[in-house]
């Protein structure tokens, strides 16, 4: 039997150097300047504070911290985020929908619900977030790795998928319907209630016990 291809890590973003803090205040003197896309890509800031409901859709940040955050269904559809760290922040409900995100670092975030139907996400990396519900629908995904996250019940159908790392993840319940897992490891993760199809499974990497609990999932009777 051929050995699954070994994932390429994603290429995650230094530390960026800021130029200043856009706290809560100072972003609602100027909204215009960093929502809806009527600005140039925003860079060097490190953004704090409670901005529930935010519209950034079309906009474009580069080289910023998102930093302690609350974006509860902030709309970032269809923005370029690029060399971000976002860390410590709760963006429950927001949608990323359509969004490219490059070298991009979500640490210690809560993502429940969140939205990354139809967008791109190259060299990504989640680590010990919760993205329980989290919709990935017709989402590209190149070198993007979960790490210690909570990703249950989301749907991640008709992914498009190339060096993909789930390292201690929950997956309980994650839908998986026409998403090809080959070369996929699962081995340090928690699989039962993996909602997939029996063809997207081939050249997936399970542990000997995920594979008969998967085997009973699709009506195979183990004797």
Known sequence: MRAAREQRPPALPAEPKLERELSEGLLEEEPGRYASGEADAVSGLLFRGVFPGLDFEEASFEGCVFEGMRLTGADLSKTGLTDLVIRRCDLSNASFSKAALTRVRFDDCKLVGADFSEGVLRDVRF???????AQFFQAGLRAVRFEGCDLSGAAMQELKLRDLTLSECKLAGVELFHTKLAGVDFTTCE????????????????????????ARLLGIIIK
């Open 127 to 133: 680590s010990r977030c919760s993205l329980r519900y």
């Open 191 to 214: 699989t039962d209630g993996l909602v997939v199809a029996a063809e997207d499974l081939r050249g997936g990497v399970f542990t000997a016990a995920q594979a008969v609990g998967l």
